[in-house]
């Protein structure tokens, strides 16, 4: 029995305890080694009897311990000394003397139920196991509906390799005991037995005892699903909680768990239906849906971002969320139109007018600068009108009473379109801004980063790295890889002779693409793989073209580039990058599903510190179908959101 899952209660009981592991039925101890407590200074000799004492258990002289630990303990009645004196005659094989020991401690302890535990797991050493079983029987059936000793008489089955003592213990528990329910506890048990299922349930029937106990619940349940690769115990948790749900509908909190769940499984489908319900429930304004709204065009999930906004809109103009609804909808759609590649002129128009109409509806002001950001950004970069791009950024940049925040994404857009129409010094100064203004913030990171990268444009690549290496500890996991890789970029590929030739022609390819110039870009790139038979600049060089063949819907040429670089360049920095955007490339614009899969699954084996891990194993369990029941939302949850 692998009785290192149930240690955690355990030690947190009995610190500095050799633990009993189970094989065959008989009892055998695990040993731990933990300090002993500080001695006072005045007792020095003792102090030296404590360390050699430890050093000679540690060591297998068990015999030697045995004579310290029995002084020790004689000495000082220390719990500590006791289990080490009872360990090492049960390694002996003292067994009577052992006997003699536990039976004097449960007589001068009567109250105490560790010690009839003690007695059974000392005749379990000496092989008699139905000895063993009246006494962890007997001391079940001793207990009282008190709760520390309850719990003190669980831990110490756990400490002697007796799981399911334990968990027997916390049942009768709940029978003694109405007001407390001792479902934590056993859930934990459940937990380190590896039986998920028991968990899942104790679990929810500690929300359901108290709904307050929610978020200690999600806590346990956080770590559970981390470690749960395969997506097994969040498949049992699903039904498990869809079933309360059925059952019992009016408890909306077990709606808003499988919520929770759906958006840790970035199963936004499943999360929509479940926010719908709650909203429903509770005769809520929409916050909830909101909120997914957002985190949907965070995870790219635009079409149920779209549906989100719409439910809020369909709430009435007089709904406090409206115009956030109003101006998220507006962005899910940008974010959809610009992501697929295949828009038209009219798809852009169109977006432009409703943007226009709602500045017209609510007014240039504090709470549309937001609107007029993004209108600035499709204007210059899709529409071809810089100059009012340019006029309505000023214009947002000044309104009084502006969200400071607002204000600098505003400043942050302006700077972008400024050097996308070569108004490098005037872009420069307004990130220089931002970075000022917000130099700890994400946002202050990610205007030092656009800064730094205008400067390589230039060509100042010591000054752009400095600035880089700075930002390599930045908060934002994203801007601190970005931040590594053009990093690395600069240092990898100035020349031995201190040339920067190649370096200095990429960075202009790299400025052209980000000012539609594509076929100049690419012209520069071709003629780098003139400049020698090799370089270490040929994967960013591959990298970049690939990019500018996406962007302008030339799928299968771009997979030629990143499958170039994964085969001849899986040691460079942008070999993770490349794979996850193949792997993405032959999912969505492709339409080879098993090769998506294949690539995906490749990230995760050879790069799995890379930062699209999360991503691609997410992606990768959807593509093998494991959240089949949950994409297609048209049964049980649908059912469910109409029962609420």
């Not at 000799?45 to 029995?70: F, H, I, M, P, T």
């Not at 009016?250 to 926010?275: D, H, I, P, R, T």
Request: proline share 3%; net charge negative; hydrophobic share 40%.
């Amino acid at each position: 029995m692998r009785l290192l899952k149930y240690l955690l209660p355990v030690l947190l009981l009995f610190s500095g305890i050799q633990v009993m592991s189970q094989n065959d039925g008989i009892l055998k101890p695990v040993e731990i080694h933990p300090p002993h407590p500080a001695t006072p200074p005045k007792e020095q000799k003792k102090e030296s009897d404590e360390q050699l004492a430890s050093q000679y258990y540690r060591n297998g002289d068990y015999d030697k311990a045995l004579v310290l630990y029995e002084k020790l303990f004689k000495e000082k009645k220390n719990q500590i000394y006791y289990h080490y004196y009872l360990y090492c005659l049960t390694k002996l094989e003292e067994f009577k003397k052992a006997e003699k020991l536990v039976k004097s401690q449960k007589k001068k302890y009567p109250g105490q139920m560790r010690y009839t535990v003690d007695l059974g797991f000392v005749y379990s050493q000496a092989g008699d196991g139905a000895k063993a079983k009246r006494q962890y029987d007997e001391a079940i059936k001793k207990i009282s509906p008190n709760i520390n000793q309850i719990k003190d008489l669980a831990n110490t089955f756990l400490m002697r390799g007796q799981p399911e003592y334990a968990i027997i213990t916390y049942k009768r528990g709940q029978q003694l005991i109405s007001d407390y329910p001792f479902n934590l506890e056993l859930g934990n048990l459940y937990r380190q037995t590896g039986d998920y299922r028991a968990m899942i349930e104790q679990y929810l029937d500690y929300i359901d005892f108290n709904y307050s106990n929610v978020t200690i619940v999600e806590y346990r349940l956080q770590d559970v699903l981390d470690k749960d690769k395969e997506g097994e115990t969040a498949e049992i948790l699903r039904i498990a909680l869809l079933k309360r749900i059925q059952k019992q509908p009016e408890k909306v909190y077990f709606s808003e768990m499988l919520y929770w769940l759906a958006v840790q499984e970035k199963n936004f489908g499943l999360a929509l239906s479940q926010a719908k319900a709650i909203d429903k429930r509770t005769g809520s304004d929409g916050e909830i849906i909101l909120e997914l709204a957002e985190l949907c065009i965070s995870n790219e999930e635009y079409d149920i971002a779209i549906d989100s906004y719409k439910y809020v809109l369909k709430k009435g103009k007089n709904n406090i969320y409206y115009l956030d609804a109003r101006i998220g909808l507006l962005n899910a759609r940008y974010q959809k139109i610009t992501g697929s590649f295949d828009y038209t002129k009219d798809d852009l128009t169109d977006l432009e007018k409703d943007y226009i109409l709602v500045l017209d509806d609510y007014g240039r002001n504090a709470t549309t600068i937001q609107v007029m950001e993004f209108l600035g950004h499709l204007q210059a970069f899709y529409l071809d009108k810089t100059d009012e791009a340019i006029d309505v950024l000023n214009y947002a940049i000044e309104i009084p009473n502006a969200s400071p925040m607002n204000v600098a994404q505003c400043k942050i857009e302006l700077a972008d379109i400024l050097l996308f129409v070569d108004n490098v010094w005037d872009a420069k100064l307004l990130y220089s801004q931002v970075e000022k203004q917000f130099k700890n913030e994400p946002i202050g990171h990610l205007a030092k980063f656009k800064n730094a990268k205008l400067s390589f444009y230039i060509g100042q690549f010591d000054w752009a790295k400095a600035q880089l290496d700075v930002l390599k500890a930045a908060t934002s996991k994203f801007i601190a890889n970005d931040a590594l890789q053009l990093s690395v970029l600069i240092s990898d590929n100035i020349d031995i002779d201190s040339s920067t030739v190649a370096l200095s022609m990429y960075a202009r390819a790299d400025l052209l693409p980000f000012r539609n110039h594509d076929i100049e870009a690419l012209e520069i790139l071709d003629s780098i793989f003139e400049l020698g038979v090799s370089h270490p600049i040929y994967d960013e060089v591959l990298y970049k073209k690939a990019e500018i063949m996406i962007k302008n819907g030339e799928f299968k040429n771009a997979a030629n580039y990143l499958t170039d670089i994964v085969d001849n360049y899986s040691y460079d920095i942008t070999a993770d990058d490349a794979l996850f955007l193949l792997a993405e490339l032959n999912e969505k614009q492709l339409g080879d599903k098993n090769k998506a899969m294949e690539y995906y699954q490749l990230l995760l084996i050879d790069y799995p510190a890379s930062v699209y891990t999360a991503r691609a194993r997410k992606q990768f369990r959807y593509l093998r179908g494991d959240f089949d029941n949950e994409r297609d939302t048209g049964n049980e949850e649908i059912m469910l959101e109409n029962k609420l």
